[in-house]
């Protein structure tokens, strides 16, 4: 929908209900549009993204845009973000300020695992779960999702995580694809499925994404172990092989030391 | 010259499955929502493409289940590949179901799936069933396929011809051959390959008849030429690679009806066409990217020229007797030298050609020939062109393998092999897949014992391998190392483990600079350390390839380490310490040291500590074994090197010369004693350097100071129970102790939080209540033991320790002295609730208590014991039963205490207590007997006493024991005597005096006066002799003694002159001879 100088008034008015103003991005969606300068807002009440481009004559023309839409966004970084690295109140601003501008997703991904290095695994539910609230997709589709799902994990929440799980195996993104799958051989093998780990999660990681190096690292340690668990040696030692000769330096490679 | 282009047998049963695809997935390709569009399905079924490719077919059979379940409206698309999964897994049977539960048996897609199975069997080796299957389809069909299956039949046409070659049953291939070639709708190109590979086939089969017995060609032979012949003719008409492989087909047919010049006629009439097919094979390799000049019409035939003149110059060589001619041998060399022309430029210019090696063995061959004549030959091959001629071979044979065709992929490699042994990385690929195809050939065969000697050549082939590459330079190290890794896994795939193990062992011991050997060997190591079970031996010998033969690698310093572990869990203290003093060792030239440095040190002290502690355990063992028994202590006992008292338990002299048991085993408790102190020594350097100001140089993080903070808890643990194990030399207890508190206390006071509280509370208790003093030192010290007590008891109530607390503070206040508090703490145990204290916690006190001579209290304290100890607790049961026979004797009450305590001996054999109890019998059979009125209980009590002596023999063996024991008896003898003398019964009295002399003069005639240790037994014996004959004064028939009382006491007075008893035995002497001067 493309609309004139006036509605963007009312436009700026109803961005009063919206936690930002608008933040200079990039889009590229899902018809195969770029749009490479624009300034995006997001509208909570209409669910949709306002975007508002400079075009030629020099005229400012908006238009809502649906998240769907939308294949690739890339907003600006935050001015305090390097600041607020290691400040989670910070950090929580920022993810409110930023609510499905990218950046709040980027947030619960630092401070989340700010968290989980501190063994503050239900913390980090906690502030991932607010971020969530806001932006459904960045609990299963984000660079927060993966230390989401570990916070989920390390808390015993395996019901609500197999179903982030089956939905970040489906992620464009394949890092947080592979990270699904991981997590999903992780549940699955504290649940003493072996079999189940190996087969919808580790050896996925390890055959379907040969590009994730430290994802496919660890899952190629796990599957080893999954496979002497059920007594398979030779599978196990085809494991080793592989992490040993592909990623000698990683440190799951040295656990076998 | 027969081969199959490889490009029209599909390996294993690809085409089958494509056709089976095709045909299932038509009628689905109509559907509204094709689910092969679907992205998520594609990736499903490229990660059960994948995890089949990886050899996990089991795997990708699950996966194939849940895809199944997932999208039922692809069922059509995934039965293929579900037939497909089954069948690579051997399931055979269950492949059968599936088919059969299709409703019609006839469809071609139901016969598309049969073939499928057919081709799998085939792969399998199931050969009659795989052969059945594709006969049964063409009978079916009987030449006239439906449309659908037009060129399917073909194809399989094809593939069963193929199937019957590979099992050389070369007359039913031809015989199929000519059937295809009948089939009405063949393709051109398909009919064109089939005619010339049937001609192919013929001359082959031609080749192999035999001549009659005149040597000439049979007519089964001719016949086949000449259908060849015309097979051949017919593919002349059109130009394409069939004709160019037909001309040189042709010449070869000509050149077996024996007519060379034919041959070479038909090759240089053709040759124009053969060289534009040559270019035209060049031009659309070079555009597709693969190399199609194998195919060459012009490689055949010149390599068939070459043959012929090549042939030809041999039989002249050959059939002349004595020599050719100058003229003709100079016409001989000329044709080899065109001969080499042709096979030279077959190998260099067409190095992929199937007989390009033949042609360089048959060029090698006429150099060799000229070589003898004395002719130079001057060869232009360069060596990157055989380089790329090795490469190209390798490649064939490798296609034959990756094709099944197993024992043509081994003829293929050998021959290739032989002429580039040692080519880079192709040599050693080459092997691999050489060992591969020996073990799948093998798996092939019925003949178990053709089976197995395929399987060993496959290890020999691997084995030499890596010993022929080991050395290679880089790039060969590593290509190797891969190989053999790759090989073991193989090995263990087909249930060949001893192969595994040999090839991996044969990477690590040969390739160490291999870039994932030292971690792969690590890893392995530690996999056998942690296996279950676990398996140490192994585990150390792999540590030990990897310290000693990858020392320029980090990881020969981590194996030392755990090295050190493994001879721990083995129990091997000399190899553990030696282990790791070369860690120790190796660790100390690091310029920078560590907290690993400080580690090791205190594992060697540990290794140290548990070998000295071992040692001191049994020299304390053996010491006591000594005192409890009646071997003598040395009468001047030497003192210990530092000073120590002498032993004050010793009660007769030492021996005159020799080592006695006892010194033997005080030498070996002062030594023990001593290398038990050497490691508080160790542990003592070990604790200032981990808590002084140069700690700081071995720790570089938090992680390290934790480390160096457990290490300092645990140093100060083991120095505190080192300083409690010393027992010599005695006069240093104290110290000693005062050490092992001053351990303790630093332990509290710098780990207070520590989980062997308990242990250190109950430690300290015990030795301040141990420690020796008078008046305030003592009060001092028992103060300071029940503040400990108290401590732990309230501090941890329920922890083992403090449950011990009672007995031990009980212990202390006797060993101390305040036996009323001491036995009012035991008294407070016996008394407690059941279930407070074990059956063996209340044996304990009930000791203590005897010890203290409460013998009321002590029997209540057995009771509690024996009713709380359950059945099954003989020997605790066994010790209840000698403490309540200790308490009668104690109490004198002997009649019962003979009765308990013998019912103890017969009751328990073999324990431990059976000599003191046997005493205890002795000693209260004697008491008894010296009170006795009655003479028969009398006699008996006497004989109870002897009878108690004898039983102990079995544990007194050594000589000088049983001189003592034999002494004893005599003693008893005598008592008896005497006891008879006191009730008034003189003559029995005599008589039991004349049997205690007969006694001992037995011994005297049976003494060993040559063994010095023994000489003070003796000494009382030849003394009692004497003493007990001269008192009897004459034998039982009235005879005088002083005859032989003389010779005894002059036997006496010659061996022990200067004996205790000497005096007394020359006054016997005196009497004696007054008595023979008197006549008596």
Redesign the interface.
């Known amino acids: 929908m493309t609309t004139l100088r006036t509605p963007i008034l009312l436009a700026i008015a109803l961005c009063a209900v919206s936690a930002r103003a608008d933040v200079p991005a990039r889009l590229r969606l899902a018809d195969g549009t770029a749009i490479g300068q624009c300034m995006l807002r997001w509208l909570p009440v209409d669910k949709k993204y306002n975007v508002a481009v400079k075009a030629q004559s020099g005229q400012i023309v908006e238009r809502m845009i649906d998240p769907d839409d939308i294949l690739q966004m890339q907003v600006a970084k935050p001015k305090n973000w390097d600041a607020s690295q290691k400040n989670p109140q910070a950090l929580l601003q920022i993810a409110n300020e930023y609510k499905m501008l990218q950046w709040d997703s980027e947030a619960g991904a630092v401070l989340a695992r700010g968290l989980l290095a501190q063994n503050k695994a239900k913390a980090a539910v906690e502030a991932c779960k607010k971020i969530e609230q806001g932006n459904p997709r960045a609990a299963w589709d984000s660079p927060m999702a993966p230390e989401y799902w570990r916070a989920l994990l390390e808390t015993g929440a395996t019901g609500p995580l197999t179903k982030l799980l089956d939905k970040g195996a489906q992620s464009q993104d394949l890092s947080v694809a592979a990270a699904a799958c991981l997590l999903r051989g992780d549940v699955l093998e504290r649940q003493d499925r072996a079999n189940d780990a190996l087969k919808d999660g580790y050896l996925r990681c390890v055959f379907l994404f040969q590009n994730q190096p430290a994802v496919r690292a660890e899952a190629l340690y796990k599957a080893a172990q999954a496979f002497d668990k059920l007594r398979k040696p030779s599978y196990a030692e085809k494991m080793r092989g592989i992490l040993l000769s592909q990623y000698g330096n990683s440190p799951w490679a040295q656990k076998l030391r | 010259m027969f081969h199959t282009p490889p490009q029209r047998f599909a390996r294993g049963a690809a085409a089958s499955a494509a056709l089976c695809c095709a045909l299932a997935t038509a009628p689905a390709a109509a559907a509204p929502q094709d689910p092969r569009q679907d992205p ?1 399905l594609r ?1 499903e079924l ?2 059960i493409e ?2 089949n490719a ?3 077919p089991d ?1 990708a059979d ?2 194939l289940k ?1 895809v199944q379940a997932r999208w039922p409206e692809a069922k059509a698309l995934l039965k293929t590949k579900a037939l497909e999964q089954v069948l690579s897994l051997g399931r055979f049977d269950e492949a059968e179901k599936i088919i059969r539960a299709e409703k019609d048996q006839d469809a071609p897609e139901t016969w598309a799936m049969k073939l499928l199975s057919a081709d799998y069997r085939f792969s399998r080796g199931q050969y009659p069933e795989a052969l059945g299957a594709y006969q049964a389809f063409f009978k079916k069909y009987a030449g006239k396929p439906p449309a659908a299956l037009v060129s399917a039949y073909a194809q399989n046409y094809y593939k069963f011809v193929q199937m019957l070659l590979f099992l050389h049953r070369e007359a039913e291939a031809a015989a199929a051959y000519e059937a295809m070639l009948k089939l009405p709708d063949l393709e051109n190109e398909t009919r064109r390959q089939a005619q010339f590979e049937w001609a192919q086939l013929l001359v082959k089969m031609a080749e192999d008849v035999k001549p009659d017995k005149n040597g000439k060609p049979t007519k089964e032979r001719t016949d086949k030429l000449d259908k060849a012949d015309k097979a051949v003719q017919a593919l002349l008409w059109e130009q394409d690679l069939w004709f160019g492989r037909g001309v040189a087909l042709l010449a070869h047919i000509r050149a077996l009806r024996g007519k060379p010049e034919e041959a070479r006629d038909i090759v240089n009439t053709y040759m124009e066409q053969l060289v534009s097919i040559d270019r035209q094979l060049q031009e659309q390799g070079e555009e597709q990217g693969v190399d199609l000049m194998g195919l060459s019409p012009i490689a055949e035939s010149r390599y068939l020229v070459g043959t012929i003149l090549a042939d030809e110059a041999d039989s002249m060589f050959d059939k002349s007797k004595g020599g050719l001619s100058a003229a003709d041998e100079e016409k001989a060399v000329g044709i080899y030298d065109e001969a080499l022309t042709e096979l030279v430029n077959v190998y260099v210019q067409y190095p992929g050609f199937a007989w390009a090696v033949d042609a360089m063995d048959r060029v090698e061959a006429i150099e060799r020939r000229l070589d003898t004549l004395g002719y130079e030959v001057e060869s232009n091959i360069t060596p990157e062109q055989r380089a790329k001629v090795a490469t190209k071979q390798f490649a064939n044979a490798a296609s034959l393998y990756h094709q099944n065709q197993f024992e043509k992929a081994i003829q293929s490699f050998e021959s290739v092999l032989k002429n580039y042994p040692q080519v880079v990385p192709d040599s050693i690929q080459g092997l691999g897949l050489l060992v591969q195809s020996y073990v799948e050939l093998a798996e092939g065969l019925d003949n178990a014992e053709d089976a197995q000697f395929r399987k060993l050549e496959a290890e020999v082939v691997a084995s030499g391998m890596a010993e022929r590459f080991a050395m290679s330079g880089r790039d060969g190290v590593v290509k190797a190392g ?1 190989t053999l ?1 790759a090989l073991s ?1 193989f090995f ?2 087909h249930g060949m483990p001893d192969a595994a193990r040999r090839a991996m062992d044969d990477f690590f011991r040969l390739y160490p600079t291999h ?2 050997a030292a ?2 060997l ?2 392995e190591a ?1 996999k056998a350390y942690r296996g279950d079970p676990p398996d140490y031996a192994e585990a150390a010998r792999l540590y030990t390839v990897l310290a000693e033969n990858y020392t320029s690698s980090q ?1 020969s310093v ?1 194996a030392l380490r755990y090295l050190g572990d493994c001879y721990a869990k083995l129990g091997d203290s000399a190899a553990e310490i030696t282990a790791r003093s070369n860690y120790v060792a190796r660790l100390e030239k690091d310029d920078k040291p560590s907290s690993a440095l400080l580690h090791a040190r205190y594992s060697l002290t540990r290794a140290h500590k548990n070998a000295a502690l071992d040692r001191l355990r049994a020299a304390t063992s053996a010491w006591d074994d000594i005192r409890r028994g009646v071997a003598p202590a040395p009468a001047t006992p030497t003192p210990a090197e530092d000073g120590a008292p002498a032993d004050q338990d010793s009660k007769e002299a030492a021996p005159e010369e020799g080592k006695s048991p006892a010194d033997a085993a005080l030498e070996e408790l002062v030594a023990a004693n001593r290398a038990v102190a050497e490691c508080t020594e160790s542990y003592v350097e070990l604790i200032k350097t981990l808590a002084g100001k140069d700690r700081a140089m071995f720790e570089s993080n938090a992680k390290e100071k934790q480390a160096n903070n457990n290490l300092l808890l645990a140093s100060l643990f083991d120095a505190a129970s080192c300083y409690s194990s010393l027992n010599q030399p005695t006069a240093q207890l104290p110290l000693f102790k005062k050490r092992a508190i001053q351990m303790y206390e630093t332990v509290v006071k710098l780990f207070p939080k520590n989980d062997n509280m308990p242990q250190v509370y109950l430690q300290l208790g015990t030795l301040y209540s141990t420690l020796p003093g008078e008046g305030a030192e003592a009060e001092a010290n028992a103060k300071k033991a029940t503040e400990w007590f108290d401590a732990l008891s309230k501090d941890y109530p329920d922890s083992e320790q403090a449950r011990n607390a009672l007995y031990r503070q009980g212990k202390a206040l006797l060993d101390l002295g305040y036996r009323t508090q001491g036995l009012a703490k035991f008294k407070e145990m016996i008394s407690s609730p059941s279930g407070k204290y074990t059956a063996q916690q209340l044996a304990n006190a009930a000791d203590e208590i005897f010890a203290a001579k409460d013998y009321a209290l002590a029997e209540q304290g057995y009771a509690a014991a024996l009713s709380r100890a359950e059945p099954e607790e003989t020997s605790l049961r066994a010790r209840i039963a000698f403490g309540r026979a200790r308490i009668l004797v104690a109490q004198e009450k002997l009649p019962e205490a003979r009765a308990a305590l013998e019912a103890f001996v017969k009751d328990n054999p073999r324990s431990a207590s059976v000599i003191e109890a046997n005493e205890l019998i002795c000693e209260v059979c004697l008491k008894a007997a010296t009170a006795e009125k009655d003479r028969a209980a009398r006699t008996d009590l006497f004989k109870g006493a002897i009878a108690a002596v004898q039983a102990l023999r079995p544990y007194k063996t050594a000589p000088r024991d049983a001189v003592d024991l034999q002494l004893r008896i005599g003693s008893i003898m005598e008592a008896q005597a005497a006891a008879e003398t006191e009730m008034g019964d003189k003559a029995t009295a005599d008589d039991l005096l004349r049997k205690a002399a007969g006694h001992y003069q037995t011994l005297v005639l049976s003494a060993d006066l040559s063994d010095m240790s023994l000489r003070q037994g003796q000494e009382k014996i030849f003394a009692r002799a004497v003493r007990t004959l001269a008192a009897t004064k004459v034998y039982n028939d009235g005879t005088p003694v002083w005859e032989d009382v003389k010779d005894l006491c002059e036997r006496y007075l010659e061996y022990f002159p200067q004996g205790p008893s000497a005096t007394e035995v020359r006054k016997t002497l005196g009497e004696a001879n007054s008595n023979l001067a008197v006549g008596g």
């Open positions: 998520a990736v490229q990660y994948a995890l990886a050899g996990m795997f699950l996966v849940d891969d890794r896994a263990a795939d870039p994932v971690d792969a690590l890893a530690a990881r981590d």
